[in-house]
C-alpha cells in the first residue's frame, strides 16, 4: 500500500519560512519523480515544485527563486524548503509521485498524499 504523509505545515508571518516534508512508503522511492502541489480555496490544485529520480528540479514561476525542493532517497523523503513567503502562498500543499516522467499537470500524478496546511498572515 502506498502511502505519502506531508508534515512541516503552519502560520508563519509573510517573509518567514517552513519546510515541508513527505514520508513515501510503499513504492520504490528512488525510481519516482515526486511533486508538490498546492490548491486554496475555491481555486485549482496547482504545481508547484518536482524533483525527478536524477535530482533535476522544475519550479512554477510564482516561487522560483524563493522555494526549493530536495529529496533524500535513503529516508525516502521530499522537503520543500519554502522562503520569503507571501499571503498568496497560502494553501493546502500536497505531495505527489509518479513513475515516470517529470511533468506539472496534476492529473499525471498516480499517488498523493493528504495535504499540510499552510497559512501565511500578513
Known amino acids: 500500500q502506498v502511502q505519502l504523509a506531508e508534515s512541516g505545515g503552519g502560520l508563519v508571518q509573510a517573509g518567514g519560512s517552513l519546510r515541508l516534508t513527505c514520508v513515501v512508503s510503499g513504492l520504490t522511492f528512488s525510481s519516482y519523480t515526486m511533486g508538490w502541489f498546492r490548491q486554496a480555496p475555491g481555486k485549482e490544485r496547482d504545481f508547484v515544485a518536482a524533483v525527478n529520480m536524477n535530482n533535476s528540479t522544475y519550479f512554477s514561476d510564482s516561487v522560483k527563486g524563493r522555494f526549493t525542493i530536495s529529496r533524500d532517497n535513503a529516508k525516502n523523503t521530499v522537503y520543500l524548503q519554502m522562503n520569503s513567503l507571501k499571503p498568496e502562498d497560502m494553501a493546502v500543499y500536497y505531495c505527489?509521485?509518479?513513475?515516470?516522467?517529470?511533468?506539472?499537470?496534476?492529473?499525471?500524478?498516480?499517488?498523493w498524499g493528504q495535504g499540510t496546511q499552510v497559512t501565511v498572515s500578513s
Open positions: 505527489a509521485a509518479r513513475r515516470t516522467v517529470i511533468t506539472r499537470r496534476a492529473d499525471d500524478y498516480n499517488y
